[in-house]
């Protein structure tokens, strides 16, 4: 008579040969297209594996049977696994039979990149756009990126479109070669992407170089560095750009001059101050007011909608910053429109000065008009 003990010695005993049935001929196996050693590998968060291009798959036409550890973390759809959306490293364990023979995994998976964070010559680097002195030609840099959050433990390639303007070895040795635009991209592991604009120029005259960045809603102010390479961040604005329908594509601009203290919009009755042409129709300019020349008039709501991308096509700031924009960006400076990743450090980094009256119209409190009861002058986006 079998007792309970002896049926589950005799299961443990025949899983037991099932795993120990791997021939040596299949020590290495192939997962995902890549060849994995000693049956272990890592997967990434959020994505989707095949396990069935292994030899042992295609000798037995794909017929896998699947064992799985830990099914929270892994589920099984057909031949392809989902590793879905985890916080920290976790390990599972993976097995697949065909007949009388098993592959078994150990499976590290580990949460997918969110962004990285960069470095130009050891120092941080904040943008997704560079500018670079045609001065520095035949000079190299060096750029380091660093997946982010550290968990990923996720490598990182580099590459350029265009080896003319500026050649770069896959750990980042840049070496500068040509005058003219391309772009630098950086490509985790896991398959993250970031790209970064970069112009080589004649910009000896050219004290600022800007970047308006419509992911985490700010612009940025950047000096020249030591190396001819505007990489010293100075000053960090929240803004809002365009909304969906009045969107300013990615690019490079020339700030061509005009400028205006106080302007009409294209909406009727609308007004606003500091006004500095970026392009065509596109201005840096204040938050909208209802009256021309009356700094008392600002639309609240438009105030507090600072940080979305809420305008009519221009680029929104406080009235400090677009001040600052008009009396300090000469023509000819650069601009760059990016779209990059989403940072905690970047998105939200400006605090809006706090308005003292609730009325749908007021004072911008960073402006410095001496009617101005409600005027601030502890706000700064000069980064400390």
Sequence with gaps: MLTKSKILTA?????????????????????????????????????DYRPDTSPIARRNSGKLEHYISDGSVIT??????????VDEEKIIYYTA?????????????????????????????????????????????????Y???????????????NDRILAITGDGRA???????????????????QKLRCVVGD????????????????????????????????????CSSGNNRHILTDGIYRVPGPRRRWMGTVLPGIYVQYGTQLWEGVYFHSIPYTKNGNGAAMETKEYKGLGSNISDGCIRLLCADCKWIYENITAGTYTACTRGDRKESEYGSVTLP??????????DPTDDDPENPYYDPTYTSLVQ
């Design 203 to 238: 910009v000896s005259d050219l004290k600022y170089f800007l970047e308006i960045d419509k992911t985490n809603q700010v612009v940025r102010v950047f000096t020249k560095d030591t190396n001819g390479i505007y990489s010293i961040l100075v000053r960090r604005m929240i």
């Design 175 to 193: 070496a500068i070669q040509g005058k003219g635009e391309c772009i630098l991209s950086v490509r985790a592991s896991d398959g993250h992407l």
């Design 76 to 85: 099984r759809n057909g031949r392809t696994l989902h590793a879905e959306t």
């Design 147 to 161: 997946a982010r959050p550290d968990a990923s433990q996720a490598s990182c390639v580099w590459s350029s479109n």
């Design 354 to 363: 706090e308005l003292s009256v609730s009325e749908y119209l007021t004072w």
């Design 11 to 47: 299961c443990v005993s025949s899983l037991l040969i099932l795993l120990l049935i791997v021939p040596a001929a299949y020590a290495e196996q192939v997962f995902n297209g890549e060849w994995i050693c000693d049956n272990e590998c890592t997967l990434y968060s959020g994505m």
């Design 97 to 145: 039979v065909c007949g009388s023979q098993s592959l078994c995994w150990k499976i590290r998976v580990l949460p997918t990149v969110e962004y990285f964070d960069i470095q130009i010559n050891g120092q941080d680097f904040y943008g997704n756009a560079i500018l670079i002195d045609k001065d520095q030609i035949g000079t190299s840099f060096d750029l380091t990126a």
